[in-house]
């Protein structure tokens, strides 16, 4: 509910005065309590200590699999128009593509997709005075937060290796099962590729902004055969700071051919071209109900 709502009296039926006339239905006005003083602030999520945001979806107990979920509660029950304006919220630049408060009006789960880059484990999360409770209290949390690790501690384990087809220079892609924490993944020292002895390490590397359980690995310097291995030299994570260690694929190993999945491979293709015209720039940056 929003501080907008009314209440509608007879709406569902007329009620009857004690002589039996029926009250007109009106819809009125619901006032501010005049005794709540209180502003509201973050609190700790259930099964927390401190009062801090949180990786992943602490209501459906899931760390998200294909966009990054960070949630949050409130001291106090919300305006929900105001809790779920993404305007109020700001995360590495960039404002959440949905908001969803709980129907007790008290813990938020933002969501975080169509990004221009990923997003990492250290980017901290800025809420605004904008966000009101039920009463028109303002927020009074407005200095940036750290986010502290969601409940998930499973390895992030790698699904596939593709070569991305026809690809100048050559791209490898690495997809994994989590979402994953770009500062980890985005360090070119940490991934070499070895064809006979011949090893190079990826000129960039991007983590997906629209599918960040993908990495993409560009090499301009050197030629590969089918055959060449990719190895990994050093942790790389997922958003829950889980490392991974050797799950799924072990690396080293050697990526597949290109997908036969028309969709994805036009996709990989149209990343790989965004990450030439950036390879020499810096990062883009785009401004931009459940129980509990």
């Given at each position: 509910m929003n501080r907008l709502n009314k209440l509608d009296v007879s709406a569902g039926g007329p009620i009857l005065d004690i002589n039996g006339v029926p009250v007109e239905q009106v819809s009125v006005a619901i006032a501010a309590s005049q005794d709540d003083a209180t502003a509201p602030v973050i609190v700790a999520l259930p099964g927390r200590t401190e009062a801090k945001p949180v990786w992943g979806d602490a209501?459906?107990?899931?760390y998200g699999n294909t966009q990054y979920l960070v949630s949050l509660a409130f001291s106090e029950t919300l305006?929900?128009?105001?809790?779920?304006?993404?305007?109020?919220?700001?995360?590495?630049?960039?404002?959440?593509?949905?908001?969803?408060?709980?129907?007790?009006?008290?813990?938020?789960?933002?969501?975080?997709?169509e990004l221009e880059s990923g997003l990492g484990s250290a980017d901290r999360?800025?809420?605004?005075?904008?966000?009101?409770?039920?009463?028109?209290?303002a927020n009074t949390e407005v200095t940036p937060l750290a986010i502290l690790s969601g409940n998930d501690t499973a390895a992030p384990q790698i699904a596939s290796m593709l070569w991305l087809?026809?690809?100048?220079?050559?791209?490898?892609?690495?997809?994994?099962?989590?979402?994953?924490?770009?500062d980890s993944v985005e360090v070119v020292d940490k991934w070499v590729l070895d064809a006979a002895g011949a090893a190079e390490k990826p000129t960039a590397v991007f983590l997906d902004?629209?599918?960040?359980?993908?990495?993409?690995?560009t090499f301009e310097l050197g030629a590969f055969a089918a055959t060449a291995q990719l190895g990994l030299s050093g942790e790389v994570r997922d958003i829950s700071g889980n490392?991974?260690?050797?799950?799924?694929?072990?690396?080293?190993?050697?990526?597949?051919?290109?997908?036969?999945?028309?969709?994805?491979?036009?996709h990989l293709g149209h990343v790989g071209g965004g990450l030439r015209r950036r390879l020499s720039g810096a990062r883009p940056v785009q401004r931009g109900h459940r129980c509990w």
């Open positions: 209501a459906a107990g899931s305006d929900a128009r105001t809790a779920t304006n993404i305007e109020n919220y700001l995360l590495g630049g960039v404002h959440p593509t949905s908001v969803e408060l709980s129907l007790t009006g008290r813990l938020v789960v933002l969501s975080f997709g999360l800025q809420l605004f005075s904008t966000i009101r409770d039920i009463n028109g209290l087809e026809n690809a100048l220079p050559y791209q490898v892609v690495v997809e994994f099962n989590e979402v994953m924490d770009r902004p629209s599918g960040p359980t993908r990495a993409v690995l490392a991974y260690s050797g799950g799924g694929i072990a690396l080293p190993a050697a990526p597949s051919p290109d997908p036969a999945d028309h969709a994805l491979r036009d």
